[in-house]
């Protein structure tokens, strides 16, 4: 594009939160998603892989900052503040389920850019990482808004959900066409509300989808018949994916039916002293040990090992447990399974490596001194899609646990507080939850990998200056 172009230029995101390749595949196969066919066959479909945890909220990061979660200080949608970075009461619990959503903007590292901050003008709607918007600037971020949602929440209504994505879809589609803002932000979480209560392929799953493809429509029809729309670029993706859910563990209650006591949400006052158990997604979980300790930093796996190795054991031996993590000193953590033995991924100098100890718990072989993408095709076919690169970021963040948990398929570590029973989940390193649709509305010259991906290509878009220090990589 001439400088010209790229000054008129603009990009709009939406989210089709929680969204499966294959669902959205079949759903264009069907014909159901006339609009998301007509830009997946203009532009192209891409599979790409999402962060760990898989969860709202952390996992809006990349789309939004460009980084992985866990260095910009969102480890999980729940966690504990151990350092009181954050937090200045005990206890130092926080959840981004709720109130505390809006604590996001000061939780996340102040000099990691967002790119509202970097854009000229923009619109989001529904968007856990608001920083650098105005008020004026976004959508569902209002007190009846937010009493609204808690409503549709709490009473189990997920098809309240649906009418809600119908309202946000229209007034951000309306403001698109009106203000024609430089970055326009969207996110739609019907998918996962209904996938959550029905499963990934229930039909309300489709009706949600169609909302997306009528909002991506009206957006399209809009800028074609104003003339932007050769200046538009228009990408729908997914911040992380779902699998059935068969069981659920109380993971709080069974470490405290261990003579532990626990912190979790939503009872998070109690005496707890011992470990603070913080879920996210739900089959995604950390542990925070010793909480009675004055120190502000987590320790390496190593130093407790003699006092804690036999919790780590007993946890290994649940059927809910996958994968068991230990992070060590730097970006580095031992990773076990049970049956698989135990491997260690390390992140070096900027290169990542995969040494088998007792065995190879995620069966991909021993890998040395890989670069960011090498690393990414040594996973990308195996069950989990870029495990070592996920793994040694959070690994490496100081809000982590000093236990991190990946759900069994069929499993997940919440046994109730939810408003509705869960049939479907996600958070876990998977690839049901980790590989997620990109569609894009022309051809790009790259190739997409990963949702950090995507803050760089549309500043690229844009013609804006890309920051150092990005964890993604431009696919314009």
């Not at 970055?183 to 979480?189: G, K, N, P, S, Y």
């Not at 209904?194 to 489709?206: C, I, K, L, N």
């Not at 046994?415 to 051809?443: C, D, F, T, Y």
């Amino acid at each position: 594009m001439t400088s010209r172009e790229l000054a008129g230029s603009s990009v709009v995101i939406l989210v089709a939160d929680g969204i499966r390749p294959d669902t959205l595949a079949a759903a264009i196969g069907a014909g159901e998603v006339p609009a998301l066919a007509q830009l997946a066959a203009d532009g192209g479909m891409h599979v790409v892989t999402s962060v760990f945890p898989s969860v709202t909220g952390p996992a809006y990061a990349p789309f939004l900052m460009g980084r992985y979660p866990g260095p910009v200080g969102l480890p999980g949608i729940r966690w504990y503040d151990r350092a009181a970075s954050a937090s200045t009461f005990f206890p130092r619990a926080r959840s981004y389920v709720g109130s505390e959503f809006r604590k996001i903007d000061r939780d996340i590292d102040p000099l990691a850019p967002t790119l509202f901050e970097l854009s000229a003008s923009n619109v989001a709607a529904l968007s856990v990482i608001g920083r650098g918007l105005k008020p004026r600037d976004r959508e569902g971020h209002t007190l009846p808004f937010a009493m609204r949602a808690a409503r549709v929440h709490f009473s189990g209504n997920v098809r309240g959900w649906l009418a809600i994505d119908r309202d946000i879809g229209a007034r951000v589609a309306e403001r698109i066409r009106a203000e024609r803002p430089q970055v326009a932000f969207c996110a739609l979480t019907g998918i996962d509300k209904t996938s959550h209560s029905e499963g990934h392929d229930a039909q309300v799953v489709r009706d949600a989808l169609r909302t997306v493809d009528e909002t991506a429509a009206r957006i399209r029809d809009d800028a074609e018949r104003d003339g932007r729309w050769d200046s538009m670029h228009m990408w729908i993706v997914s911040d992380h994916g779902h699998s059935p859910v068969r069981a659920h563990e109380d993971l709080a209650g069974l470490i405290a039916s261990w003579k532990l006591g626990v912190i979790a949400h939503p009872w998070i006052y109690g005496a707890g002293r011992d470990v603070a158990v913080m879920v996210s997604g739900n089959a995604m979980a950390h542990l925070y040990l010793e909480l009675g300790n004055r120190a502000r930093t987590r320790a390496p796996w190593q130093t407790l090992e003699t006092k804690w190795g036999w919790l780590a054991d007993r946890l290994l031996e649940r059927e809910s447990v996958d994968l068991l993590l230990l992070p060590l000193e730097g970006n580095s953590c031992e990773v076990r399974a049970k049956g698989r033995g135990a491997a260690r991924v390390a992140m070096e100098d900027g290169r990542y490596s995969y040494r088998p100890i007792t065995g190879d718990p995620l069966a991909i072989g021993a890998h040395e001194s890989l670069s960011h993408n090498e690393a990414y095709d040594a996973t990308a076919a195996s069950d989990y899609p870029d495990a070592i690169v996920q793994i040694a970021h959070l690994a490496g963040s100081a809000r982590v646990g000093e236990i991190m948990l990946s759900a069994s398929r069929n499993w997940d570590y919440r046994a109730k507080w939810e408003p509705i029973p869960h049939v479907s989940s996600h958070g876990a390193l998977h690839r049901e939850h980790m590989q997620v649709p990109l569609v894009v509305n022309r051809r790009v010259s790259g190739v997409p990998r990963r949702t950090v991906d995507v803050m760089p290509s549309a500043l690229a878009a844009l013609g804006i200056a890309i920051p150092r220090g990005l964890d993604g990589r431009s696919f314009i």
